[in-house]
């Protein structure tokens, strides 16, 4: 019998407007063919990630929350899963396949793994999608992004946000950081050509979800913490200082040992989004001593979700 879903609470840390809340989730969700076929999560029994049982888990992590945008990473069952219970859901989305998903060399798999996004129509306009293979050193990478202009209906105002997931393993940090480079380039891109499109006088508000395979320690975050766009990191803000994050988004045990790391962001625009509150992580004692996944959490990253709400344009710096 499965124990109870591990219980999380939002911590509040601003006071925005709470009527126009925009609710966003990061969630690496594992890929099925990954998890079962190449990952060698040793004190995670084989049963725990049976499929037909694993996909409701995966479901109510994101129902108990139920974001108004919904970024993920490693979905291998988007056209069987995702797309068709979350569009009965509300949601509208866009799947992004990895070129060569490392899901492909599993056998019996379910076709590639890549990112997805989803997001409540009703609350959004789709102005534009744009689905990005990552360069590095001019070179075509095998990680991608999904970059998605939308309308807030309430507030009339346009925002970008977007999915992706970085090239993993220790090794590739210079590679990482030359993905990063190349998303923030076509960011300010994407976002000016909104801009532009919009006849807006502020820059186009951004939202960047991730699993970076980085360390906050790594190029590829400094990058991100101190480029021209003006981001800053989500998650931060449930430390005591405000400047450090969370000791942990991951954590399982593979054969070569534990793996305990911060790898996961939410990016945002600092000088248009106020963020009203973050979803906590889940403590040790929650999490267990097997760690990641579980029969209790189906993924060996743990979501990320926080809730955003558009700073007073009048005091927004131009
Ligand atoms: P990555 O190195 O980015 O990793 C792919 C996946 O493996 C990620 O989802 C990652 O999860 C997971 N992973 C990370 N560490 C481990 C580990 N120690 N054990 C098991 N899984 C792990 O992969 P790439 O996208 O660069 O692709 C690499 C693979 O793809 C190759 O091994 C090959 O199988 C295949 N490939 C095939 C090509 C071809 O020409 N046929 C070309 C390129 C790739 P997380 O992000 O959660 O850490
Ligand atoms: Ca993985």
């Known amino acids: 019998k499965r124990p109870a879903q591990l219980q999380r609470a939002f911590v509040q840390t601003g006071h925005g407007d709470a009527r126009q809340t925009i609710r966003v989730m990061q969630w690496n969700v594992l890929a099925q063919a990954l998890g079962e076929g190449m990952d060698s999560f040793v004190q995670c029994p084989m049963d725990a990630l049976n499929w037909a049982e694993r996909k409701y888990l995966i479901l109510q992590e994101i129902l108990t929350y139920r974001p108004d945008i919904i970024c993920l990473q490693e979905v291998d069952h ?23 998903s490392p899901c492909l060399d599993v056998e019996n798999n379910n076709g590639p793994d890549g990112c997805a996004l989803f997001f409540n129509p009703k609350r959004f306009q789709l102005l534009n999608t744009t689905h990005l293979r990552l360069s590095a050193m001019m070179l075509k990478t095998n990680q991608v992004a999904i970059i998605a ?14 999915v992706t997931h970085l090239k993993a393993r220790s090794g590739w940090e210079v590679l990482r950081s030359a993905q990063g480079l190349d998303l923030l380039r076509n960011l300010r891109s994407v ?123 009048t005091l927004v710096s131009k």
């Not at 069987?80 to 070129?99: H, T």
């Not at 889940?282 to 999490?287: A, G, L």
């Open 78 to 100: 988007y056209f069987d899963m995702f797309q068709p219970i979350l569009a009965s859901l509300g949601y509208q989305s866009s799947f992004c396949p990895k070129p060569w």
């Open 191 to 313: 976002a000016h050509r909104i801009k532009t499109e919009e006849k807006a006088d502020t820059n186009v508000p951004l939202i960047v979800c991730g699993d970076f395979n980085a360390e906050p320690s790594e190029d590829v975050y400094r990058n991100f913490a101190t480029s021209s766009l003006g981001l800053d990191s989500a998650y931060k803000l449930l430390s005591t200082d405000g400047k450090t994050e969370p000791p942990y988004t991951t954590w399982k045990i593979r054969p070569s040992g534990e793996s305990c790391h911060t790898l996961d962001y939410v990016w945002y625009s600092h000088r248009a989004f106020d963020v009203n509150a973050v979803l906590d992580l889940p403590t040790v004692e929650q999490i267990g001593p097997n760690r990641l996944p579980s029969y209790n959490y189906p993924s060996d990253h743990l979501s990320l979700v926080c809730d955003f709400s558009f700073k007073d344009p």
């Open 149 to 162: 202009a939308l309308r807030c209906q309430a507030t009339g105002r346009a925002f970008c946000v977007t």
